[in-house]
């Protein structure tokens, strides 16, 4: 069984940084997709970065690049969301998810969720 467990959220001042992370169990994330979401109050659940299975690839929304890092670490089975610069606009739980195949963006196991909460 797959699992997925996200840490890192909280509450933090406009300006300042978080390091989310997502440890999995039950698949070997070094092969696969990995990607975070987030959903804010009354909004749909929308894409913040994913990462390729062999790391040379990683994909931001608009919004967060040059703020927001993805990285993995494969001995942990953990992928990383680094987030600088937060902004009140960034509040939202976060999810990660891994996707269903080494080539496939399309995501079927989910965390759980993490919350973040940027004040201004």
């Known amino acids: 069984q797959v699992q997925l467990v996200e840490s890192g959220g909280g509450l933090v001042q406009a300006g300042g940084s978080l390091r989310l992370s997502c440890a999995a169990s039950?698949?070997?994330?070094?092969?696969?997709?990995m990607g975070w979401f987030r959903q804010a109050p009354g909004k749909e659940r929308e894409f913040v970065a994913a990462?390729?299975?062999?790391?040379?690839?990683?994909t931001y929304t608009n919004s967060v690049k040059g703020r927001f890092t993805i990285s993995r670490d494969n001995a942990k089975n953990t992928v990383y969301l680094q987030m600088n610069s937060l902004k009140p606009e960034d509040t939202a739980v976060y999810y990660c998810a891994t996707s269903q195949s080494m080539f496939s963006y399309t995501y079927d196991y989910w965390g759980q969720g993490t919350q973040v909460t940027v004040s201004s």
């Open positions: 039950g698949r070997t994330i070094s092969r696969y997709v």
């Open positions: 990462i390729s299975f062999n790391d040379i690839t990683t």
